[in-house]
């Protein structure tokens, strides 16, 4: 595996194609696998609305799936079920979080051709957020998180501080999109972060992998260690990005899932 940077202002991707003219001319018979996407904690299904608009005006079927974000099995089964509606093939994208899910929400679909973690976690078995947290622990969300809001479950729902927000995790977009970014955040039930993974398709299943080089979420250290271990097909870091690289670079992870979408 290769990691290709990127500048935020110019994304070259070379790709050597030895298809005939009639393999190229059957492939474009096809239809298009449905997308996907499945943000992460902190954000919203709105955190891929440029994306959604790219993908659309390229043909493809998307679907921004609302997250739970209540615990990695029951999150992983709503994603599952979703996936179980749709009859031809479906690219999973998990954004943070949201990587996780997706893979468990894989596993046992045939249907699910590709994978794409956008700045997204994939852990193995017996990880879990927090755990790969401890092995690569720049990472500063720890410290830019607001009270914990207690549960009547004897939980507690996790919040970024709004205040910390745009420097934490959007810190290559606008300051007025981070607040509203920020006031808009979905929270995530703390013990989810520390649920450990028992199911995961990344190995059997071919990925795809982009993150930003500044991403105080997930350090850009474990993202490429992940990539790696998955050997995914191809793996970006974008040079600059934050931890919300696509509402910050969208075409770059537009352009990204359409290459695991074309490889089906």
């Known amino acids: ?108 679909h045939p249907n699910v051709k590709a994978l794409v973690f956008v700045a997204g976690l994939a852990p193995d078995l017996g990880e879990s957020p927090a755990s790969l947290g401890q092995k690569f622990p720049t990472g500063t969300l720890g410290q830019a998180l607001a009270p914990p809001v207690p549960l009547p479950d004897g939980g507690n729902d996790l919040y970024i501080d709004q205040s910390r927000y745009w420097h934490q995790f959007a810190a290559d977009v606008p300051r007025a999109d981070a607040v509203i970014f920020a006031a808009t955040q979905r929270p995530i039930a703390q013990s989810a972060l520390g649920e450990p993974v028992d199911s995961l398709s990344w190995r059997q299943i071919p990925s795809w992998f982009v993150w930003g080089s500044l991403d105080l979420n997930i350090p850009a250290a474990l993202h490429a ?20 690289v696509m509402i910050s670079h969208p075409r770059t992870v537009t352009d990204l899932i359409e290459h695991a979408a074309r490889a089906q």
């Open 1 to 108: 595996m290769r990691i290709k940077a990127v500048t935020a202002a110019i994304f070259t991707l070379v790709v050597a194609s030895f298809a005939t003219p009639t393999h190229a001319a059957e492939h474009e018979a096809r239809p298009k696998p449905t997308i996907i996407l499945v943000h992460g904690a902190f954000a919203g299904s709105s955190s891929w609305n440029e994306v959604v608009k790219e993908l659309a005006a390229d043909g493809y079927p998307v679907i921004a799936a609302a997250n739970p974000l209540r615990s990695v099995k029951g999150d992983a089964a709503y994603v599952a079920s979703l996936v179980s509606t749709i009859a031809g093939p479906v690219v999973l994208v998990g954004h943070s979080y949201g990587g996780e899910v997706i893979s468990v929400a894989a596993v046992g």
């Open 225 to 244: 260690y992940m990539a790696k271990r998955a050997n995914a097909r191809e793996a970006i870091e974008i040079n600059g990005g934050s931890h919300v």
